[in-house]
């Protein structure tokens, strides 16, 4: 069964230490893996899209990795802000029948960022 | 750059009502969707059109139907509302390339 799951479902970090989220998939097969940050109250806003031949990708202070071969995948804040609470979603992009795609979601792993 | 536009942000129905969630985007993509957020759950697609014209059932389409009016605009009608329908609704639109989503502000529904 195509499953994405993400560790942990929250945490709590003090403003200006690092961390890092999960996602483990089981999804086959593979198109793309996309993180998305959801504000309190708000859309899903993409971070950072990892396709199957990338390992590293950063944007600013966040930074995600991908391991094909074990199907994880990781997003680490470096030098947190509080403007970093947020929700943070993984979602891995498969291929279906017809030419079309499917997206799978993880649940989220909420962070909050406290001063 | 209004991107996706969802209308009205916060409703209240009691049981059986009827109410249309309303989206529009600006950016010209061809895909739309309407997914649903509960707490401890991933977004689940309820509804979506891959181009104006066609609309296909998503994962949780019991209890809803949709209207792709046009290029821009999506609606998502509540036929008879229930209690299970009590989530907070998301339109996306997304370009074809990456599947990258766009996503409106959402729509926090309560039904009594």
């Known amino acids: 069964k195509n499953q994405v799951e993400q560790s942990p479902q929250s945490l709590i970090i003090l403003e200006g230490k690092n961390c890092t989220l999960q996602?483990?998939?089981?999804?086959?097969?593979?198109?793309?893996l996309r993180w998305y940050k959801q504000d309190t109250g708000r859309g899903p806003v993409s971070l950072t899209i990892?396709?199957?031949?990338?390992n590293t990708k950063s944007n600013g202070r966040y930074t995600a990795t991908l391991d094909a071969d074990t199907k994880q995948s990781s997003l680490h804040i470096t030098a947190s802000q509080l403007s970093d609470s947020a929700s943070y979603i993984c979602?891995?992009?498969?291929?279906?029948?017809?030419?079309?795609?499917?997206?799978?979601f993880g649940a989220g792993t909420r962070l909050a960022v406290h001063p | 750059n209004a991107g996706v536009t969802q209308t009205p942000k916060f409703q209240v129905l009691k049981t059986g009502q009827s109410m249309t969630l309303q989206c529009a985007q600006d950016m010209n993509h061809n895909s739309m969707y309407w997914y649903r957020q509960d707490p401890g759950m991933g977004l689940r697609l309820i509804y979506y059109s891959a181009s104006e014209g066609t609309t296909d059932k998503g994962e949780v389409p019991n209890g809803y139907n949709v209207s792709r009016l046009n290029k821009r605009e999506f609606s998502l009608r509540l036929e008879s509302a229930a209690p299970s329908q009590t989530s907070v609704y998301f339109c996306a639109s997304s370009e074809g390339r990456t599947g990258e989503l766009f996503f409106g502000e959402g729509s926090r529904l309560t039904v009594l």
């Open positions: 990892m396709t199957f031949s990338e």
């Open positions: 996602c483990n998939y089981t999804v086959s097969p593979f198109s793309n």
């Open positions: 979602v891995v992009r498969t291929p279906i029948s017809g030419g079309y795609n499917k997206l799978i």
